[in-house]
């Protein structure tokens, strides 16, 4: 019932925390921590789930790590500028929930996504375009070095570029706008 505004403060208190006996509040890429160093040490005991652990993410409150877990590589880049709403949290940084990818995908989760402004109800909806979208399955408005292609199947042959990002890509996925196919 005591909150801490460092980790470290309560670094003594870890095995017992794994006990599941306390409720801790822990601030993670917010004012009080830049860099998730400060709580990589607990990473294995919190992402096992097995205690209620109270961790603020980007605003959002979560009342168990194991939910953002997969986030804890991530939260100190800002490689990527997307507009991702996950669980009603809303993120700046699609790298942010890139990870959480499998559960999302899995559709164990009633996820709002906001790709690019548009509107996902859940992300198992986009997970799978990737395969689809090469094949040329579904019509793709792709822009690839200033040419407008139609459908996907055009520029299938760049899949392993887009991907890696070499390549600045305006497509449009479903109606969603992206700059770069990575995302």
Do not use: C, E, M, R
């Not at 979560?62 to 997969?70: A, G, L, M, R």
């Amino acid at each position: 019932g005591t909150q801490y505004s460092n980790w470290k403060y309560i670094k003594s208190l870890h095995k017992h925390l794994a006990s599941g006996s306390y409720t801790v509040g822990v601030t993670v890429q917010g004012t009080q921590y830049s860099n998730s160093k400060y709580v990589k040490s607990l990473h294995k005991h919190l992402a096992s789930g097995s205690y209620t652990v109270g961790a603020t993410v980007q605003g959002t409150q979560y009342s168990n790590w194991k939910y953002v877990k997969s986030l804890h590589n991530h939260l100190v880049s800002d490689s990527y500028t997307v507009g991702a709403t996950v669980q009603g949290t809303q993120y700046s940084n699609w790298k942010y929930v890139k990870s959480p990818h499998k559960y999302l995908a899995s559709g164990s989760y009633t996820v709002g996504a906001t790709v690019q402004g548009t509107q996902y109800s859940n992300w198992k909806y986009v997970k799978s375009l990737n395969k689809p979208l090469a094949s040329g399955s579904y019509t793709v408005g792709a822009t690839v070095q200033g040419t407008q292609y139609s459908k996907w199947k055009y520029v299938k042959s760049l899949h392993k570029y887009l991907a890696s990002g070499s390549y600045t890509v305006g497509a449009t996925v479903q109606g969603t706008q992206y700059s770069n196919w990575k995302y």
